[in-house]
């Protein structure tokens, strides 16, 4: 089934449709004057940056967001020309660069603050500001606000297009942090305000912010993970990720199965060997735990994930034969495998489930 015969017959599908359908979603989403920051770091939470950006057009999307500078040069150089935010830290080197391919920094502290301060003495430079509510990470928090207030006044080239903070909670409607932070975060920027210091535009929302109402009429949201579909109800997954039964075996009870003889056939068992493993951002976790689907039913990962391979029962899965097409994470059938289930078979989180898929695994874009 592989295209080319030199490669194993594991990659990720990308539907770049659904990706669109997601952007649209979200955008019916937000309030009037609103308007979407899709956050596309860690190449694209695993699903592909450039392919994503392409996708994303000046009438959706007001900029894309990356955590490092050469994530953003790297969609430049694709000839990517939406606005481009680097939300991560970058030095006075890194300043220069970003200004110099047009790229708009994150400031997210003094020391960055100073650093475009400097390179604003020779040129324009602007940037989004951020601001620490009370995430305690990132931003300038409120005893450094005079700090940054005297800085900005002192460097007259220096714009702040943006005043921005981070929800360190948003994501759990019961927690009362979100409140507090949303409530910190209007005397910080009055303080800013009464200073001389505004900015046209604000931003604070990210995806569960974005999904509880919480944007503000004219501000901006930063959405990631909601663009993917980690958990299939709002937005829809993108990103299926599929492999074939390279081997099939039949044991004898009370046979071992891979390293650690972890799993222990306890009936005459099929088993299916898959070309994947941890080094391809399978989580070793799913060792004993994990499901895959094949024919369009669940069968369990038996013995430990190992680097390049993994072993599953498919006793009873009827007619399973070498070639099947597997898959590890989406749909198949009736069936679907989420990011989520994933992630909380592993105890982690969707968003380290996709961004975990390793640059191994080929992506494959569909229209
Ligand atoms: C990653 C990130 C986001 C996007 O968060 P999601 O929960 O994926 O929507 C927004 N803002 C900042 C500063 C981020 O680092």
Redesign the pocket.
Known sequence: MSTLPELRPTWADVDLAAFSGNVDTVVGLLPEGSRLIA?L?ANGYGHGAVELARRCRADRVAMI?T?LLEESLALRAAGIDLPLLV?GPLDEAQIRAAVDAGITPGVVGPEELAAACAVARGRDVAIHLKLDSGMGRMGVTEGELPEAMAMIRSAPRLRVEAIYT?LASADDPGDPLTEAQLAAFGPMLAALRAAGIDAPLHHVA???ATLRGLVRPGDFA?????LFGPDGRVTRPLLRWRTEIVRLKTLPPGHAVGYGATFRTTRESRIATLPVGYADGYDRLLSNNGEVLIRGRRAPVAGAVSMDLVTVDVTDVPGAAAGDEVVLLGGQGDETITAGELASRTNTIS?EVFSRISARVPRRFSA
């Not at 930063?222 to 909601?226: K, Q, T």
């Open positions: 956050v770091k967001a955590a939300l981070h990210n995806s569960a930063r959405v990631g993970i909601a968003y």
